[in-house]
């Protein structure tokens, strides 16, 4: 559908309040169409083995989409569509998206359960907050890293000429020009330059300001938006995704369904995940993220999570062509063994499933650079290696995974790890021998686990 | 007519059963029948709802549940409130809460599910939305008489205005008028000693367990 026409709606659509949107549409529903299609949880499932719960996922997704509709914040206006206006954008959503410029141009896929073709890796600093000072090593050594198909989310910079920033601020609007300036230097110094920079700048309008052919982020790299949980969105997304759409860009719309909120369990959360691939679709988005929220834990590598991604993941993989991804946070951070044991998992259950991969990046709370470009290596290469598997094979792998760390699931209780500045020898950009070691001997331990590494 | 016992059970069975219209019926059934309403509150509801906190612990039963329960316990609390104020009295309440998501956030379920669980525990909650002003905090808790400011923040560079809501206290001199918690992904502890709030809740749980241990410091 027109994006006009959804803007349109969310000034016209019928008023209400955004509690009774959230009770009575999404959650009377999903508990009304989880019994009527029979979508359950055994308890133990990591990986949904089951087509026919996998189909009726969908199906109960379509149903609740369409009684729902999104729901606009700011406007406290529903926006609905037709079961047929669902189907005409279900049916021109896009099944190859393009991004990147000459030697880097490339297009992410669809992909269907247990596709052979390699997923489509989204890897970069993942909205970690990035000091200013160390912005560009830190992308430089993502981008290096030639398994990483697009650069994702260059980092949150929180302080500029020694000022936090206030988003919505003019300093925030120099720190997103900025933002896009380093992101395509670090690109550039990669030999890179023009790798995909998937841009996400700060939650706020002024994020455009990193637009630049010149300098910044281009018409050819993906802008990410995102859905508030659950089916809503707000006026900075609808302007942002006008915006883009209308310079060009392609757009990648995150949503993150809430385990333990208005859809209930992972099984009632895969309803609402299915519903929201489809408001993704038919809010402007083309590339669709899904990064699943837990009321419990801040990662997404806990078992819920895991039975959840590989659901939704085949609901949508088997039903439509929508491009999906999905992200990977962990409780684990880098320079311990758990943070590759966390990812892999995920990335394990998702890749059989249809999806392609984004991440990874420990969850919140964050410190500075916490992330690890080595390890972005080791999760692309568990991802292809995914690939060649199929989604029972990759169970029984996952399963031994998450008994690594299933009692090291919160901030508290897991490694913590060290930043980036510590992993690397900043002089040279390389992993320091001691991070070096450790991603081959998680490597050497994943293969022994059966991952089919080339 | 109903015994005292028979009365509760009721009253504890319309929350298990998340039904306002139930709780307010089983409500007047209790003061119809002469029993002391402040017991009442005590023998009706609030068992049932500490227990439906737990099971949501638990995940055995999810948002929906949560917040339809502590729905149902203000529709029943209200009945009885009127009947206390009528007899003279006031319902002693555990605490008074203004609760919302910071100035430049919108996200509001970490709030919502933070604040059923305080009604769940007794505590009564204002919740003021999400992209909250942070003068509208302390507004708020000045008009409401409040005992403790609850402050969400979901995004790393939001959480900045956590800050803010403190720094205006200490200018207004009302540091320590009010209690201050702060949650939210990328909250710490460490954050909230840095800008000095109070204390910290890491999920919903814990922040009832927090408030609940400290009651001497937000009871002054």
Redesign the interface.
Known sequence: MNLKEVVKRAETGPLME?NDFL?KRV??GV?KLQKEYGIRWDGKTLVNLDDEMADRCWEAGKQLFLQTGVYS?NSRRVIEFSAEEVEHGLRFAPARVAMGQGKEATVVHHRRVEDPRLPFVFGGPFNA?VHESTFVKLNEAFAQERLIDALLFPG?L?ELDGL?????SGLSSRAAVLYGQWAREAVRRAGRPGLAICGHA???LNEIACTSEEWGLRQSDPRAMVL??ELQA?DVTMSRTMYYQGYGCPIYMAFTP?V??????PD?TAIVAAASFIAAIMMGGEIVHIGPQH??Y?QQTNNHSLFLGSLANQAVARNSHIIVTTSHTTAGRPGSAQYPYEFSALALAVVPSGSNLTGPRP????GYNDVSPLMARLFAEVGHAAAKLTRAQAASIVEALYEKYKDKL???QAPQGRPFQELYDLDTLTPTGEHQALYEEVKEELARLGVPFS | MATADEIYAGMRNSIQEYDEAAAAAAAREAVAAGLNPVEAVEKGFAGAIRELGQAFDRMEIFLPQLVMAADAMKAGVRVLEEAIQASGGKLEKKGVVVLGTVEGDIHDIGKTVVGAMLQANGYEVHDLGVDVPSTRFIQAAEELNANIIALSALLSTTMLHQRDVLGLLRNKGLQDKYFVIVGGAPVTQQWADEIGADAYGLHAVEAVKVLDQRQAEWAR
């Open positions: 955004a009770m959650a009377a508990i914040m907050d949150y929180k936090t920033i206030r988003p919505g700060v939650m706020a508030i949980s707000d809430l333990g909120g208005y859809g209930g369990g009632g009321i419990k801040k969850a919140e709370p964050l919160t901030f508290q």
